[in-house]
């Protein structure tokens, strides 16, 4: 782990980076394109997604440059990244598609008239 | 068994692992990693949980944009603006952070000081917002109706704007008093306090006024807007109003589910309790860097694990800020 140079003008590169994707997050969210919003897309709106992979591609520029695991071993790197990225995944899947199940069961029985 | 035991001689001391470094990273770095990921897998489960509940009440879920609408010394309706605010100022602390670790492999002192304070200043900062955040959905923004069966209602105009319960409803004239301890009822409260109006003012001032229409929180999944009833589907609905509800705490929630704030607090909570350890470890590694310590020991080895750490907490910011505010 010897850095005899300096990375500043990366790290500035990679905050620019990380701002333009938060810019364009915030501009979505707030105009909300009917096109993207109201159309599903594998169980969610494109709006959505694009949300999620925005999400996905600054938390790759976060943990690759400012976290340093781009400098780390690929077997460090991989412990970290696989480990995560694969329980984290199926965590979120199983929930989902639970939670998915009871809103469909559930929605049979709310009342919204009286 | 030499390469599990850390030998007594070896050079570096038990503490830092001895000689043998697993993967080239050194034994505080692996353990703040070990650390990192299970703190992820915890906010993992928090977050997966938000979505269990999202995707169950998905007909019924408060909108984001309509509860987070606040700007600073600013009034009116601006959803987004100031979380994202709150996130460019934690991107930012994360980048003077980065900076001092890169300060610290060049052993420059005096800027690993300037951007260890900086990183310290952004946090203060961030933490600040949130508290100022958590005020604004604790004290509510509109006030809207509980029902029966503890769906709320809310009041919007013609234009469909959710309105303020103070825009509308006109004071009668019955004092009402909280009960306090010295009445011997301090156990039954309100559950938000005393609220502004009673039922009773707010369903009265609704009939009065022909241009107030009522909204539940049922969602149109086609428009993805909330329901507004009909003049007389929503006198059916009053009929049922059992409490006035403004702001929002554990047990109440204005603006829909209470659900939605328990998530909301016990999440953003959870990670304003990082952001606010990170400020304390951040402060002593501070000192330590202007005290020496680390031009002693010949390296800034610490701001880098303090730095892993403090990245990991903007880190979780990101999904936060994805799966509260915007998706």
């Keep these: 782990m010897a850095h005899a140079e300096s990375h500043t003008g990366l790290i500035w590169k990679v905050f620019g980076f990380l701002s333009l994707i938060t810019i364009v997050e915030v501009i979505l969210g707030i105009a909300k394109p009917e096109s993207i919003h109201l159309t599903k897309f594998l169980g969610t709106s494109i709006l959505n997604w694009i949300f999620l992979i925005l999400t996905l591609v600054k938390a790759y520029g976060i943990a690759w440059y400012f976290m340093h695991l781009k400098q780390e071993k690929a077997g460090l790197r991989r412990a970290i990244v696989w480990t995560s990225v694969f329980l984290i995944c199926y965590l979120a899947t199983l929930l989902l598609i639970e939670g998915n199940y009871m809103g469909d069961i559930l929605s049979s029985y709310t009342k919204w008239t009286y | ?327």
């Design chain 2, 1 to 327: 068994m030499e390469a599990t035991i850390a030998t007594e001689n070896a050079n570096k001391g038990a503490w830092s692992g001895g000689e043998k470094e697993p993967l080239g990273s050194s034994y505080g770095k692996m353990m703040m990693w070990f650390f990192i990921i299970s703190d992820a897998l915890t906010f993992s489960g928090f977050l997966a949980a938000y979505g269990l509940m999202r995707f169950k009440f998905l007909d019924s879920w408060p909108i984001a944009d309509e509860v987070f609408t606040h700007v600073p010394f600013i009034h009116g309706h601006y959803p987004m603006y100031y979380v994202a605010f709150m996130t460019f100022i934690l991107i930012f602390s994360s980048v003077t952070m980065v900076l001092a670790v890169d300060a610290g492999h060049h052993m420059k002192k005096g800027k690993v000081t300037l951007y260890m304070l900086l990183t310290i200043i952004g946090g203060l900062i961030f933490l600040g917002s949130q508290a100022w955040e958590w005020k604004n959905f604790i004290g509510g923004t509109y006030g809207s109706l509980e029902l029966q069966d503890g769906k709320m209602v809310q009041f919007v105009d013609a234009s469909g704007h959710q309105i303020a319960l103070e825009d509308f409803v006109v004071r009668s004239n019955d004092n009402r008093v909280e009960h306090t301890k010295s009445n011997g009822l301090w156990y039954v409260k309100d559950a938000a306090g005393l609220a502004p109006f009673t039922v009773n003012e707010v369903v009265e001032s609704f009939k009065a006024n022909p241009d107030v229409s009522l909204r539940t929180e049922q969602i149109n999944l086609e428009t993805k807007e909330k329901t507004i009833l009909s003049r007389a589907e929503a006198n059916q609905f009053l009929a049922k109003a059992t409490g006035v509800v403004k702001g929002a705490n554990l047990k109440v929630n204005e603006y829909g589910k209470t659900l939605f704030a328990d998530f909301f607090f016990f999440i953003t909570g959870f990670h304003g309790f990082h952001v606010f350890s990170g400020i304390l470890i951040n402060i002593i590694i501070f000192f330590n860097v202007i005290l020496g310590t680390y031009e002693r020991r010949g390296h800034y080895e610490m701001v880098e694990k303090v730095g892993l750490y403090w990245h990991f907490v903007d880190l979780v910011w990101v999904f936060v800020f994805t799966f509260f505010y915007l998706v």
